[in-house]
């Protein structure tokens, strides 16, 4: 797990000493354990390295293999597996890590040895053979790779804050990428927040040829649902999900040269992974978990600790989160923020990850987008059984304004999926994934019209089954959102995540299983339920899913999060101060629950101040 950068092409004179080091250092905390550069004919690749697997110096990169000459960042699980099967072909190795495994099958089988390989990763190769550049991202999008072009210069980093440290000039904001986070909470690939910068979207490759002609593909799309799948007795489905969950979790627990450690949040999937690591695990595996003790409705603490002491080998360490911890925590985690992402489940994630003493450890994420574990699953569902006449009729019925301050779940629930409610499931699909009301974000000045920026990467959900419903959230909110939380939070603190619900055969035989093997009525992921009853208690087994969070929607009607964003209306110049203050009033008096806008906002405008001050450093 690292931090990379390069730079590529006719222009790479304008890349000097000063900013190949800054760039090292905007990506220090990915790799905190080496850094190294290597130069050759008109390009830069650059490497920081958290060192997981083969901790010898001779693993470091920039990396070569004959022609070929790589940064790589991630883990390749399966390279023992792998490097047996090149070494039957003739293949030598002078390391035991699984880098040099991808180099020598990027070597004799170029980008189809990327179907073989099971993993996380984000590289860029230069062949000296043609010349050429080559850049490729993992099937799920776990590891982010960003890519600034200029006519003359190809440049890439793990973040945005390494390209801006190889950019020649500033980078300007991108205004239709921003109104894609203001409204999704996330700037989604291939779309970056910054001109002239995109995302190579998961299980993609990008070529660049020496005179910077670019070609792209994919090497990997989810396979459709073979049709013998319809026959599998439930029965037989359940014994072939737990055996793949235990030997997806046993992999990524044992190839480490470290300790690996487990995120234990008292939910069901990491639950399920802590499990499963204790049982494999034949040395103690530690499981960290937050407890929020000013906040009991939002404590998962108790159920994580009742689960720990009843298995073996873990030993359990609780973080208390109070409340002024996490706002102190927040101002300093802003400061680090390459781009702006306004999930604020980050902010516990990351106060946890900063109190994690391991290189690696193993989540729980990808789970609720495999087996069908969010509400938005079985609301459009249940929506796609309605005639469109009946969907035309509720529609007549204004929507309550504000779903979220409806005590009674039932009811809450009922009103979401009134305002939801479409003839067409994309646009229904955008509802549920979408934060703010077309009519703020125009008062905002910010682009309301983004279906068409969007809709190829969503259209699938016209069919409104569930299984295409899943394949959507896996290639388009999954990577967007869950995963670029857990990146960033994890490689703040030079920790690599692994997620074990992502492996791709269980990924694949989950969705190609019937429909109600993964939710039948109001059960959700049910296969994975039963598929581990017999380890969990029934309180974690039946819980509610709580999720993440933080109580913004009570910060913004009071407190800190309030008046910092109040202060701030008046000094920016981005936005309207006066619409801000209607929006804040508005949350505050339970007309409208604005709090992710409000705190889509408050994240954009503190990025921004920290680009300016970045730059302002830099210059002097």
Known sequence: MCGIFGAFGPGIGTVGAAAEQAALAALAHRGPDAKATWRGERVLLGHRRLSILDLDPRAHQPMQRGPLTIVFNGEIYNFRALADKLRSAGETFSTTSDTEVLLAGLLSEGIAFLDKVEGMFAFGLVDARDGSLLLARDR?????????????????????????????????????????????????????????????????????????????????????????????????AVAEVRRQVIAATDLRLKTADVPVATLLSGGLDSSIVTSVASSVSEKPVTAYSLSFPDDPAFDEGVYASALASRLPHIEHRLIPARVDDLLAFTGQMFERLSEPLADSSLVPTAFLMSHIEEKVVLGGDGADEVFAGYGIYASMRASARLPHLLKRLLRTVPAHSNPAAIREPRLRAAALFHASLSEDPLAEYLHWRSYARRADLAALGLDVDLNGAIAASVGKTRSGSLRDIQEV????????????????????????????????????????????????????????????????????????????????????REGMLRERLADMAGSQTRFDPGVLSRLLDEHRAGVADHSVLLWAVLVYLQWREGRGARARACAA
């Open 473 to 556: 959230d896996i290639a388009f909110n999954l990577p967007n959102d869950m995963l670029r939380k857990v990146d960033i939070a994890g490689m703040m603190f030079g920790i690599e995540a692994r997620l074990p619900y992502l492996d791709s055969d269980l990924v694949e035989f989950a969705l190609s299983l019937p429909d109600d093997f993964r939710m039948k009525g109001s059960v959700r992921k049910r296969i994975l339920r039963d598929a581990f009853s017999a380890e969990l208690p029934a309180e974690i087994l039946h819980r509610r899913k709580m999720g993440f969070l933080m109580p913004i929607r009570q910060w913004f």
């Open 140 to 236: 799920f999008g776990e590891k982010p790779l960003f890519v600034h072009e200029t006519p003359s210069l190809v440049s890439f980093a793990s973040e945005i804050s390494g390209l801006e440290a190889l950019a020649p000039a500033p980078l300007e904001e991108d205004p239709l990428a921003i109104g894609l986070y203001m409204r999704l909470s996330y700037v989604p690939a291939p779309y970056a927040p910054l001109r002239g910068v995109t995302q190579i979207e998961p299980g993609a490759w990008r070529r660049y040829g020496s005179d910077l002609k670019r070609e792209e593909g994919r090497y990997y799309t989810i396979p459709s649902a073979p049709a013998r799948r319809a026959s599998i007795s439930y029965e037989s």
